[in-house]
């Protein structure tokens, strides 16, 4: 009970975080697709993100004695003996992991416009002017997430279309 109070993220960021990280501790194709989009700071919980570095750093599944061995202290253990167990769910295991990936990586972008947003906002209340650089960075961040939600859309139409 207490263990789930202390989550970060939003419940569906907790279910699609804990995914890739049991997508990781199985061997299979869906690996390297979560490799090649996630970073560490996709991961809204800080074990999580710990836990994503350091198996993305051994680069292939560890055994159970490894996995005693990289994550020792009691949080982690426990962390990992619940996605040791986790069901992964059936189906078109690329899409979903694709899906699922791309939507921690939308929520991250959606955070990072928030914030840029409340620092115009802010910038303008204080009557300074908002610079070049950063509207650019907003722009960047703005067009990252319409390509994000471009994708995930894409995959959920071929979903229905197969």
Do not use: C, Y
Not at 32 to 49: I, N, Q, Y
Not at 93 to 99: I, Q, S
Not at 128 to 157: C, K, N, Q
């Amino acid at each position: 009970e207490a263990a789930a109070a202390a989550e970060t993220g939003s419940p569906d960021q907790v279910r699609w975080e804990k995914l890739m990280l049991a997508v990781l501790l199985a061997e299979g194709p869906e690996r390297e697709t979560v490799f090649s989009l996630l970073r560490p700071e996709h991961f809204a919980d800080p074990l999580r993100a710990r836990l994503f570095s350091v198996l993305a750093a051994l680069g292939r599944v560890p055994s159970s004695r490894e996995l005693g061995e990289l994550f020792p202290d009691p949080a982690a253990a426990r962390a990992v003996t619940e996605l040791t167990f986790l069901r992964l769910p059936a189906g078109s295991a690329r899409d979903w992991v694709r899906t699922s990936a791309l939507r921690l990586k939308l929520k991250r972008m959606l955070d990072l416009n928030r914030d840029f947003q409340g620092r115009v906002q802010a910038l303008e209340l204080a009557g300074e002017e908002v610079s070049a650089d950063l509207l650019a960075e907003w722009r960047h961040v703005g067009e990252a997430i319409r390509g994000l939600r471009a994708e995930i859309d894409r995959i959920l139409e071929a979903q229905k279309g197969s």
